[in-house]
């Protein structure tokens, strides 16, 4: 079971970074495209600054949990380097604990906030319903409760590992 559930996390995490890299590549080819429309044909295209702008939202809530995975985000360095193994465990189950937490207000708030802006729609993209772009953080929230259950179950902590 609990190799089952790491390779499934493992899959959605690595789909959540593809596509926080794919938002990146967007954000950046738009801002160039703006640029090229703005400065050398001098017809501002007014729809990219939006995309851009929702684009890395959605890039930072979806590579937050691959940071979860690796025990980079919530980490407690001096406690954990000076603690005995056995609470070493227990303050993987503290911080987890708190992460879970912290994931669940925004989760919570973040469905909420998306369906109250649904009745908006994006400046530029008049069409397009607020709603999407709101919706970064329920979904980021839900891919960061499976990086998070899968540092508890299969620690990495890549930042000790490196850090001096």
Known sequence: MKQAFLRFERTATTAAMIT?????ALAAFLGVFQIFMRFVLAEPAE????????????????GIPAAFRQGAMVSVDVLYRW??????????????????????????????YANRGSVQTMIG????????????MPVGGLFCVLGIVGNLLDPQRMELETAQ
């Open 83 to 112: 603690s005995p193994p056995k609470i070493k465990r227990v303050l993987d189950f503290v911080v987890c604990a708190a992460a879970l937490l912290l994931i669940a207000v925004i989760i919570w708030w973040g469905w909420d």
């Open 20 to 24: 926080a890299c794919a938002m990146l």
């Open 47 to 62: 729809w990219t600054e939006v995309i851009i702008r929702f684009s890395l939202i959605w890039m930072v809530f979806l």
């Open 125 to 136: 993209l008049e069409g397009v319903s607020m709603f999407w772009a709101y919706l970064a």
